[in-house]
């Protein structure tokens, strides 16, 4: 069993800053990637910003230069944060946390979604 859990989203005003987290945790073997997606209404899901257990990173141009996406691997629980800059309207989402994760039993890499955070971001 593997869970994620986010913190971090509220209401912002144009301009403004906030930081996504999102801790892993349960029987985890090994992590592929993590990252965040998300979804604004009538949209369908996007990736927002992705890093590897390499340290690849890639963003969605509309965020380049905004978002900052980091990883802490700390005593072997994985905490990824997503720092948004300069924040817009239309940035305006549920954000998702999303890792590729195998498990200790099967060691097969599958999807682990979090519950999602609301962005608001608005005068």
């Known amino acids: 069993q593997v869970h994620l859990v986010e913190s971090g989203g509220g209401l912002v005003q144009p301009g403004g800053s906030l930081r996504l987290s999102c801790a892993a945790s349960?029987?985890?073997?090994?992590?592929?990637?993590m990252g965040w997606y998300r979804q604004a209404p009538g949209k369908p899901r996007e990736l927002v910003a992705l890093?590897?257990?390499?340290?690849?990173?890639?963003?969605a141009d509309s965020v380049k230069g905004r978002f900052t996406i980091s990883i802490s691997r700390d005593n072997a629980k994985n905490t990824v944060y997503l720092q948004m800059n300069s924040l817009k309207p239309e940035d305006t989402a549920v954000y998702h946390c999303?890792?590729?994760?195998?498990?200790?039993?099967?060691?097969?890499?599958?999807?682990?979604w979090g519950q999602g955070t609301l962005v608001t971001v608005s005068s």
């Open positions: 999303n890792a590729l994760i195998s498990v200790v039993a099967s060691r097969i890499p599958t999807n682990a």
């Open positions: 349960g029987s985890i073997f090994s992590i592929s990637a």
């Open positions: 890093i590897t257990s390499g340290d690849s990173i890639n963003y």
